[in-house]
T-cell receptor, first 110, second 118 residues
Framework: RKEVEQDPGPFNVPEGATVAFNCTYS??????FFWYRQDCRKEPKLLMS???SGNEDGRFTAQLNRASQYISLLIRDSKLSDSATYLC???????????FGTGTKLQVIP | NAGVTQTPKFQVLKTGQSMTLQCAQD?????MYWYRQDPGMGLRLIYY???????DKGEVPNGYNVSRLNKREFSLRLESAAPSQTSVYFC?????????????????FGPGTRLTVL
């Protein structure tokens, strides 16, 4: 089993739709969780950290389920500008023990 | 404030040639990292430097060497390039190594170097 697994997609959704991605991780001792966004041929950028209690940033909501070992990202009212690849990132030890998922591609269509 | 800069942006090498990828950050970060990104593989850590003067191997260090020249700069060297090293290389930095505070683990990435080895 991969350390971090994501559905590669693509998820094709109409503008205004709500879309959710899940990411599963295998190491139960994982400590920190993040969602990064990567535009085509660009560098990854932090979208949001994922806290145990769940957290929201505008149209984006992140949740952590430690029992089932997954994190989720919910995007409400999708915009064309949300089209990108979303990377799930898990830290499971020291600062260097960070594993990136392969990403889920989102395409928001007019 | 440029963040993380990388040079060159693109490079084509022949098998056996050597080159150095340069990375610099102006955020006064302690930790710096080199990743490679290949289709379907995600980002994989090549080497990292927790602080000035220290470097350690990551997941895929074979065929690479690094130098933490000072707090700002962290270079990656390919001594004898191979086609398997064709990839996109990203340098990243973070503020505090090992901190449990989530924000200190945010990594800031450079724009990447697209390397092709023929």
């Amino acid at each position: 089993r991969k350390e971090v697994e994501q559905d590669p997609g693509p998820f094709n959704v109409p503008e205004g739709a709500t879309v959710a991605f899940n990411c599963t991780y295998s190491n139960s001792a994982s400590q920190s969780f993040f969602w990064y966004r990567q535009d085509c041929r660009k560098e990854p950028k932090l979208l949001m950290s994922v806290y145990s209690s769940g957290n929201e940033d505008g149209r984006f909501t992140a949740q952590l389920n430690r029992a089932s070992q997954y994190i989720s990202l919910l995007i409400r009212d999708s915009k064309l500008s949300d089209s990108a690849t979303y990377l799930c990132v898990v830290r499971h030890g020291g600062y260097q023990k960070v594993t990136f998922g392969t990403g889920t591609k989102l395409q928001v269509i007019p | 404030n440029a963040g993380v800069t990388q040079t060159p942006k693109f490079q084509v090498l022949k098998t056996g040639q050597s080159m150095t990828l340069q990375c610099a950050q102006d955020m006064n970060h302690n930790s710096m990292y080199w990743y490679r990104q290949d289709p379907g593989m995600g980002l994989r850590l090549i080497y990292y430097s927790a602080s000035e003067g220290t470097t350690d191997k990551g997941e895929v260090p074979n065929g690479y060497n690094v130098s933490r020249l000072n707090k700002r700069e962290f270079s990656l060297r390919l001594e004898s390039a191979a086609p398997s090293q064709t990839s996109v290389y990203f340098c990243a930095s973070s503020e505090v190594a090992g901190s449990s505070a989530a924000k200190y683990n945010e990594q800031f990435f450079g724009p990447g170097t697209r390397l092709t080895v023929l």
